[in-house]
């Protein structure tokens, strides 16, 4: 699901803010840019992310402002130094050049400085993480809003599917007898100018009744709509065990619509597929 959060601390190491935003995703997936120096926090982010969402697309910025004593400095190589003085010296004896070898000279050789990275600490990551769970905070109260949206748009729709398949089945008893009929008549037609025995003709029609029926497949899909209720009602992440129930629900859905021969069936299994593709888009946001 959408959302954004934003975290700000100050800590004894400097001040941190963390900006976090997610997107729909089937998954969780996680990118964190984060400055030089955080390289080996990015697991303990990461698991502070994973034990709060289990889907999404997750976004997350780190800027700092360290304390100027806890800073990174400015090195210098002082062997290099006294080299390059040194040869600075020798380059003007040797050539006569005129001229002093000062500060301006010594200090535009780049090569004798070095920045020394700032590594973050224990400490600094304490106080990093106060911003990174009140961005979380923001973040999850946003997510859970879309979500209460998302709930009645979903129920809505298993609404419609239960509909749907009460229409199956209060149609299913007068198409299976016309179903019956054609069968019959297409026995009596075939066996035409031969003596058969009624009781053969009455189990022909049996056979292909039982292999017709629908019953079955009518009675899982009440059963995952009940299961379904279930799922939604619970405080644990549903996103998956609905998702798998919408996989069950479209399988039975194609094998009625395999099984009944009615214009009418077919025209409501249309429908009903309809609805149930659509419910699994939805329920792919969520958590």
């Not at 079955?216 to 059963?223: I, K, V, W």
């Amino acid at each position: 699901m959408t959302g954004y959060g934003r975290g700000e601390a100050e800590g004894t190491t400097g001040s941190y803010a963390v900006e976090i935003s997610s997107t729909n995703h089937r998954f969780l997936e996680v990118k964190a840019r984060l400055p030089r120096g955080w390289a080996s926090f990015e697991p303990q982010i990461q698991k502070e992310i994973s034990h709060r969402f289990k889907r999404g697309h997750i976004d997350l910025h780190l800027s700092q402002r360290i304390r100027e004593e806890r800073g990174a400095g400015l090195a210098v190589d002082w062997g290099l130094a006294e080299q390059c003085f040194q040869a600075l010296r020798l380059l003007k004896k040797r050539l006569g050049l005129p001229g002093r070898i000062d500060m301006r000279l010594v200090g535009g050789m780049r090569e004798i400085f070095s920045s020394e990275e700032y590594h973050a600490t224990e400490e600094s990551w304490e106080d990093m993480q106060r911003a990174l769970r009140q961005a979380l905070d923001a973040l999850d109260q946003m997510r859970r809003r879309e979500g209460c949206v998302l709930k009645t748009q979903i129920q809505a729709g298993f609404l419609e599917v239960s509909s749907l398949l009460q229409s199956i089945v209060s149609r299913w008893p007068e198409a299976r007898k016309q179903h019956q009929e054609r069968i019959k008549g297409r026995i009596e037609e075939m066996m035409k100018g031969e003596e058969t025995e009624r009781a053969r003709l009455e189990q022909e029609l049996a056979f292909w009744a039982e292999k017709w029926d629908i019953t079955e497949e009518t009675s899982r899909l009440r059963s995952h709509l009940e299961q379904v209720q279930v799922f939604l009602d619970q405080a644990a992440p549903s996103g998956r065990p609905l998702d798998f129930l919408l996989q069950e629900m479209n399988r039975e859905a194609n094998t009625i619509s395999a099984k009944a021969s009615d214009a009418l069936i077919s025209h409501l299994i249309i429908n009903l597929k309809a609805e149930l593709e659509r419910l699994r888009e939805q329920v792919q946001n969520v958590e």
